[in-house]
């Protein structure tokens, strides 16, 4: 696959979108772990936190990758992503409690690598979608994408709450792109893409129709419920 192709740019903008929204959760898990840390051990627990679960999304990327040539997975695959997006929207805020705080470095990144490893399978299911050209995972988008995880997490996690906060439509915005991808599962899907390839040509059409449909249903349900409040 050559770099620095058209196509090759929008996907790498879409793994880096996808990655920037989906790991502040991840921040937030880090930060919590390891607040009872100070100093050096602080910065040990996010720093080898952090990296022991981007190789765990390594190694969920890779067994994702084989699984995903299995017919009817892939639309799992959708599925999964429409919820990873709805629960973007409605389900951000983390549960403290179920956060266990960290007494030592090495606890505290046990903690994280395992609170990761359990949030991660939805993540890269969303990466590895975004790193598709042609039908094909790109493996350098891919590396791409678990590459900057690390930098994402450890130094994203104040900013990206600070710009949700002061623009909360990039919440939409970032869901959108999620039920967009579940779309492209759904045609690339083994078992579905031989009666959807007649439709392949307006695929992107019914994912943006999707996506914008989706979005406008969210927001209004949650205008409801604050309005219910």
């Not at 990296?51 to 040539?69: D, K, N, P, Q, S």
């Not at 094909?136 to 690390?150: D, F, K, M, Q, Y």
Request: glycine share 8%; charged share 15%; no cysteine.
């Amino acid at each position: 696959m050559d770099f620095m192709t058209g196509e090759w740019l929008g996907r790498l903008v879409g793994v880096l979108v996808v990655n920037l929204i989906l790991s502040g959760d991840n921040a937030v898990v880090i930060a919590m772990a390891a607040r009872s840390l100070e100093g050096a051990n602080r910065r040990r627990a996010i720093i080898w936190g952090a990296a022991g679960a981007v190789i765990l999304r390594l190694v969920f990327a890779a067994v994702i990758t084989f699984l995903l040539v299995i017919p009817f997975l892939q639309v799992v695959g959708g599925l999964l992503l429409i919820w990873i997006a709805w629960r973007l929207i409605h389900d951000s805020e983390p549960e403290e409690g179920k956060i266990e705080a960290g007494q030592s470095a090495w606890q505290a990144i046990r903690i994280i690598i395992v609170a990761d490893a359990v949030m991660s399978l939805d993540n890269v299911i969303a990466l590895v979608q975004a790193a598709r050209i042609g039908g094909e995972v790109s493996t350098s988008l891919l590396v791409i994408g678990l590459a900057t995880t690390i930098p994402l997490v450890v130094f994203g996690a104040a900013i990206l709450t600070s710009l949700l906060d002061r623009f909360p439509v990039l919440v939409y915005v970032g869901a959108g792109l999620l039920v967009y991808l579940a779309v492209e599962m759904f045609f690339s899907d083994v078992f579905l893409h031989h009666y959807l390839e007649p439709y392949a040509s307006i695929e992107w059409i019914v994912g943006i129709a999707a996506a914008a449909l989706f979005t406008a249903v969210a927001w209004l349900w949650t205008r409801r419920q604050k309005e219910a409040h």
